[in-house]
């Protein structure tokens, strides 16, 4: 009999060690004014999808990557060091509308789960997903806020390990002489092994391993 409330208190321990606290998501989008609940959900929610918009987002900018790599290239520049300047801050990169249009185009919403998880999964049905183009006051809109607070978290330490995998990947297809859909693909491929490495989203996987 001790043995087995042992094994329970380990596997009840596996399961809460390191997650978050357990609260109630707010009713459907609860769009309304800005309070420290709803940005206290936002906060909670963004450090659930950060690998994904991560990935949406690197994928999406593989054009301005490349763009950014032969401007550099064609000047004999060090690639890796100057790419992340040229393509842009994480305020840049991760203004809402920016973000708001990629995520309507791709059909993901943030999704919140009974178990206080949240994730990024298609819209039922092909629906288009609601965020806002702005974090405003009188229209704060939680779910967008994480969108946006998960994106920052994602490239405001992470895009240096980002712009150095891109670099090395665009410089290894281009001595293969790989053709142009070669060569973004391996970029695509380098960008999104890439964000698994990033610390927000190597935090959100230790979220995962004590989901339940």
């Known amino acids: 009999m001790r043995t087995i409330v042992f094994?329970?208190?380990?596997?009840?321990?596996?399961?809460?060690?390191?997650a978050p606290i357990f609260r109630a998501w707010p009713e459907g989008e609860a769009i309304g004014d800005r309070t420290a609940d709803l940005v206290d959900h936002g906060n909670r929610a963004s450090k659930w999808i950060a690998c994904r918009i991560c990935s949406e987002r690197v994928m999406s900018l593989l054009g301005k990557f490349k763009e950014a790599a032969e401007r550099i290239a064609g000047f004999g520049n060090e690639?890796?060091?100057?790419?992340?300047?040229?393509?842009?801050?994480?305020?840049?990169?991760?203004?809402?509308?920016?973000?708001?249009?990629?995520?309507?185009?791709?059909?993901?919403?943030?999704?919140?789960?009974?178990?206080?998880?949240?994730?990024?999964?298609?819209?039922?049905?092909?629906?288009?997903?609601?965020?806002?183009?702005?974090?405003?006051?009188?229209?704060?809109?939680?779910?967008?806020?994480?969108?946006?607070?998960?994106?920052?978290?994602?490239?405001?330490?992470?895009?240096?390990?980002?712009?150095?995998?891109?670099?090395?990947?665009?410089?290894?297809?281009?001595?293969?002489?790989?053709?142009?859909?070669?060569?973004?693909?391996s970029m695509g491929a380098a960008a999104r092994q890439s964000c698994e490495r990033v610390r927000a989203c190597q935090a959100e996987k230790r979220l995962r391993l004590n989901e339940y």
């Open 7 to 18: 094994a329970a208190l380990l596997i009840y321990v596996r399961h809460t060690a390191g």
């Open 79 to 185: 690639l890796a060091e100057e790419l992340e300047s040229h393509v842009g801050s994480a305020r840049a990169l991760c203004k809402m509308s920016d973000l708001a249009g990629l995520l309507r185009a791709q059909r993901l919403e943030v999704a919140v789960h009974g178990n206080g998880s949240a994730s990024m999964q298609p819209t039922h049905q092909g629906h288009m997903p609601i965020y806002t183009d702005k974090i405003l006051q009188g229209r704060f809109h939680y779910k967008s806020f994480a969108v946006q607070k998960a994106c920052t978290a994602i490239f405001r330490e992470g895009m240096p390990e980002i712009a150095e995998a891109v670099s090395k990947s665009y410089m290894d297809a281009k001595q293969r002489s790989a053709t142009v859909p070669t060569l973004m693909t």
